[in-house]
């Protein structure tokens, strides 16, 4: 089986897209950065995003969205998006017409080598949705943006080998913190985000119900919040769950490792640094092993 590549490229309210790549095409996850961010994010990683043919859209959100035309200009990518989402979507984050394709929230599409599952989700927009990217066998999930934990999102998780999983704050650091009334019901209230809590609580009740037949072996806890979480804490309050499955939290600021994957585990690439000269010219390699 070729190798199946997966990797966060941004992951947090300053930006939000995931790279998925298999037998030489690749699709993406939102596109919430700048084309040159994402390039020099996907170049230090040795990802070619000339392979991407497809993005998927969760919902029009900025940072969900804001790359999006010029990243089109550069590589002709279709862009996915829900009926809902493309009504809600500003003009400025909006790809050139042919570049768009709309579903509803619940239809599977089919791309192959990818089959991808959207299912509705609740946020504060119309019509957002995640996704879980069936290829090869495996099932990888992107489940960020929900409010609160649904069903859908039990069952999709329930199938996955590897899942980016909302973690977006910790409870008492919300509460606590600096923002207003209004602000931490948004987030806190049903149609914002999930807590380290709440994930925690959807993996100990998928194990504890599914055991040995849970496939889930990768966690990588995504959509951090700056402001309102820690990664400790985000790690601290799936400890437990650690013991059997790895957890790694995404990084709002640089691509993560690049995972490969296989039906019975995932490993990384060796860690790297590349510095390019110009971000349109070949970059010089730096390879540091750890």
């Known amino acids: 089986m070729e190798s199946l590549r997966?990797?966060?490229?941004?992951?947090g309210s300053n930006g939000n897209?995931?790279?998925?790549?298999?037998?030489g095409r690749a699709i993406l996850v939102d596109m919430g950065v700048s084309y040159r961010c994402l390039r020099a994010r996907a170049q230090s990683r040795h990802i070619n995003l000339?392979?991407?043919?497809?993005?998927?859209?969760s919902h029009e959100h900025s940072d969900h969205v804001y790359g999006l035309p010029v990243f089109c200009r550069h590589t002709n990518a279709i862009v996915h998006m829900t009926h809902g989402t493309r009504r809600g979507l500003r003009s400025?984050?909006?790809?050139?017409?042919?570049?768009?394709k709309l579903f509803s929230a619940g239809e599977v599409i089919s791309l192959p080598p990818f089959t991808i599952h959207s299912f509705a989700k609740p946020h504060d927009v119309v019509e957002p949705c995640s996704f879980r990217i069936e290829?090869?066998?495996?099932?990888?999930?992107?489940?960020?943006?929900?409010?609160?934990?649904?069903?859908?999102?039990?069952?999709?998780l329930s199938?996955?080998?590897?899942?980016f999983l909302e973690a977006n704050y910790d409870e008492q650091m919300l509460i606590n913190g600096p923002y207003t009334r209004e602000l931490k019901q948004r987030i806190s209230g049903g149609h914002g985000h999930l807590s380290n809590v709440q994930s925690a609580q959807i993996v100990r009740q998928l194990v504890a119900v599914l055991a040995d037949e849970l496939p889930l072996h990768t966690i990588l806890l995504s959509h951090i919040s700056q402001d309102n979480n820690t990664p400790q804490i985000a790690l601290k309050e799936f400890a437990d769950i650690a013991k059997s499955k790895k957890i790694m939290v995404m990084s709002r600021s640089e691509a993560s490792p690049v995972f490969l994957l296989s039906t019975t585990q995932s490993t990384e690439e060796p860690p790297f640094y590349e510095i390019p000269e110009r971000l349109d010219r070949p970059a010089y390699q730096f390879k540091f092993n750890f």
């Open 6 to 11: 997966v990797c966060s490229l941004a992951s």
């Open 17 to 23: 897209a995931y790279y998925i790549e298999y037998a």
């Open 50 to 57: 000339q392979l991407v043919s497809d993005i998927f859209v």
């Open 92 to 100: 400025k984050y909006t790809p050139p017409t042919q570049n768009i």
């Open 135 to 156: 290829v090869a066998g495996l099932n990888i999930g992107v489940f960020t943006d929900i409010g609160m934990p649904t069903d859908e999102l039990k069952h999709h």
């Open 159 to 163: 199938l996955c080998h590897l899942a």
